[in-house]
């Protein structure tokens, strides 16, 4: 009897197809498995080894570095963990490869998350005093959430509605699942490293305590409180706290409400804006009406202090005709004295002597003036000069003898129209003038022609 041949495979090919069949399988590559932690072990590269196990059987597990919940593995505690099956060629052993570990139970979860809670209170990421305000008006509003969840469209449609100057930046992530905690980290980075933002928004709508879960997770707390951006959670419903919800600057109970608490409401701020115009309008009035007083006031003191204008042209007026008078006079007694100063020159004047009929002798020779006979002798050549003009003469013994003592009387001169006829010898004292002023003595030289 010859027996059927078969085809011979190898240890690794059938390893391999086993490692296929679990992968490809749908069901063995998303499972949540629920059962108590053994045999616990974390290796130095930071990976936990342990088995998951019920009264009937059990698992190897393996939760690489990196991976959510290793802090909730412990010896004989009961979890929930999310994974995929898996062989592992070198050692034949099929092992269920853990993503996330979470207490098993709502009251596990609730557990977990105040331990959580009460760790990250005392390092101090609740504190008050580190709560950043928010800035009143935004000109850029961060938001972490679904680009397709109703979160996003809620928050569009407010600040449409209260203040559409807001610009909105959308770093989208997901906020369900097993990866969803990583990123709503990584989306937060995004924008404090773009640092355009002047606020942050972290949303999602509601959901049970295992689709909040994310918001819960350590890494989005830490990545809410090293943001240098103020950050608001409106995560969930009204009673769902996350969190997220204790590390955030401000918390809203919505998404809705938490754009309403970023941006200004529009129709308050027209309000506001009209109240101010009215009021400053009205105080501009006051101040126009305080002033228009002041000037009244000034322009009543002003006049008060003008001087009397009439009265100073009066004054003028008399100051200008007494001035006017004083000119006259003082002009008039200049012009008697420049008369008197003209009829002095005119008397002293060498010419008018000569007219009045005296002569000038000169000697012939040196030109000298002859005031004396004992200056010419019998013979000596002169010269006489008379008003229109000079003539020789010679010196002779009748000529030479002294004059008589008696005085001869000069023949009057005609009178002249609006002068004074010159005084008599005997009219005043020798050498005097009528008003007592001594009179010049004649040039020398002169005497009366015969």
């Keep these: 009897m010859t027996l059927p041949q078969q085809a011979v495979f190898s240890v690794s090919q059938v390893a391999v197809h086993l490692r296929e069949l679990l992968e490809s399988n749908p069901f063995l590559s998303d499972l949540w498995i629920v059962g108590e932690v053994s045999n616990l072990r974390a290796s130095s590269s930071g990976h936990s080894y342990f088995t998951l196990k019920d009264s009937v059987a059990s698992l190897n597990c393996v939760l690489f570095r ?161 943001n240098h951006i103020p950050v608001v959670s409106g995560v969930g419903h009204e009673t769902d706290f996350t969190i997220a919800d ?31 115009t009215e009021r400053a309008w009205r105080g501009a009035l006051r101040s126009v009406e305080a002033s228009r007083g002041d000037v009244a006031n000034l322009e009543r003191r002003l006049a008060a202090g003008l001087p009397d204008l009439d009265h100073l042209k009066r004054q003028v007026d008399d100051l200008a005709e007494s001035l006017g008078s004083n000119f006259q006079g003082r002009l008039r007694l200049a012009r008697l004295e420049v008369d008197g100063l003209e009829g002095r020159l005119r008397t002293l004047d060498p010419a008018a002597t000569l007219r009045r009929g005296f002569a000038m002798v000169q000697r012939g020779d040196t030109g000298q003036v002859v005031s004396a006979v004992s200056q010419v002798s019998d013979g000596e050549s002169l010269t006489v ?51 007592g002023r001594r009179r010049p003595p004649e040039p020398p030289a002169m005497e009366r022609l015969i």
């Design 246 to 276: 204790y590390v955030a600057d401000r918390r809203a109970p919505t998404p809705s409400a938490a754009a309403e608490l970023v941006v200004p409401d529009g129709s308050i701020l027209r309000q506001t804006v009209q109240a101010w």
């Design 66 to 226: 990196g991976h959510g919940g290793a802090g909730m593995l412990e010896n004989g505690k009961s979890v929930r963990a999310h994974g995929r099956m898996s062989f592992y060629e070198p050692r034949g052993s099929t092992d269920f490869m853990v993503d996330r570990v979470l207490p098993e139970g709502e009251g596990a979860l609730a557990q977990e998350l105040e331990r959580l809670k009460a760790r990250l209170g005392q390092e101090g990421l609740f504190e008050e005093s580190r709560k950043r305000p928010l800035p009143q008006f935004p000109e850029v509003i961060g938001v972490v959430t679904s680009p397709t969840g109703a979160a996003w469209q809620d928050i569009q449609n407010v600040v449409r509605r209260r203040y559409p100057l807001a610009r909105l930046l959308l770093s989208p992530t997901q906020v369900q699942g097993l990866d969803a905690a990583p990123q709503i980290a990584d989306a937060l980075d995004r924008l404090d490293v773009d640092g355009s933002c002047d606020v942050i928004i972290v949303a999602r709508g509601g959901g049970s305590l295992e689709d909040l879960w994310p918001f819960n997770e350590e890494i989005v707390a830490r990545a809410i409180f090293r």
């Design 385 to 435: 000069t008379v008003a229109d003009g000079a003539f020789p003469a010679t010196v002779g013994e009748q000529t030479m003898a002294p004059p008589a003592t008696t005085p001869t009387a000069l023949p009057a001169e005609p009178a002249t129209e609006g002068k004074t006829a010159p005084p008599s010898p005997t009219a005043a004292p020798p050498g005097t003038n009528r008003r």
